[in-house]
């Protein structure tokens, strides 16, 4: 897997060795950061990875010119070698080796993107969802992008604006009101 635009185009983010990562292919980041790019400014701003795996979409954020990343990983191998690529590239980030919900249960750090990768058999994407927008860890304008298996849906949750789908995958996002 590489990182498709930005200063770090062409680099290749290695997957951590034994770590049951399932990163968000190629071509549905590309789409992923066309719709983000058309609507919004991506420089300058501050992101959430959750579920990061191996960094790849936190990464894409970087590289196109995000101020800041931050990680969050439950994985301890994945966590580690995410570390040590952040720390190879210079990049500037923060990696939190945690569960997801416990660290959004913890103070908010307001974020322009926020996007999150679970397993597909993540049973607590609700709470997930909720606690992204009921916390503030949204920014005013911001947007929070759920990756989810194409039979779920989430329409009717607060501040839905669109769903894509890509194979097995869809990618639906929400706006901070």
């Not at 190879?88 to 939190?96: E, F, G, L, M, T």
Request: with cysteine.
């Amino acid at each position: 897997m590489r990182i498709l635009r930005g200063k770090w185009r062409g680099r290749t983010v290695p997957f951590p060795e034994g770590a049951p990562t399932r990163p968000l292919t190629e071509k549905a980041r590309e789409a992923l950061f066309n719709i983000l790019s058309h609507h919004w400014k991506i420089e300058g701003t501050k992101v959430l990875d959750l579920f990061a795996g191996s960094g790849a979409v936190g990464l894409e954020f970087l590289s196109r010119g995000s101020a800041h990343a931050t990680f969050v990983e439950n994985n301890p191998k994945a966590a580690v070698a995410l570390k040590a690529l952040l720390t190879a590239w210079n990049a500037p980030a923060s990696v939190y080796q945690m569960d997801a919900l416990n660290f959004l249960e913890g103070t908010s750090q307001p974020m322009d993107f926020i996007f999150a990768g679970p397993p597909f058999r993540y049973w607590q994407k609700k709470k997930l969802i909720e606690l992204i927008q009921n916390r503030g860890w949204l920014r005013k304008g911001g947007c929070f992008i759920l990756e989810h298996p194409i039979y779920e849906s989430y329409s009717h949750y607060k501040g839905y604006w669109r769903t894509e789908s890509y194979v097995a995958s869809s990618l639906s996002f929400f706006l901070a009101e």
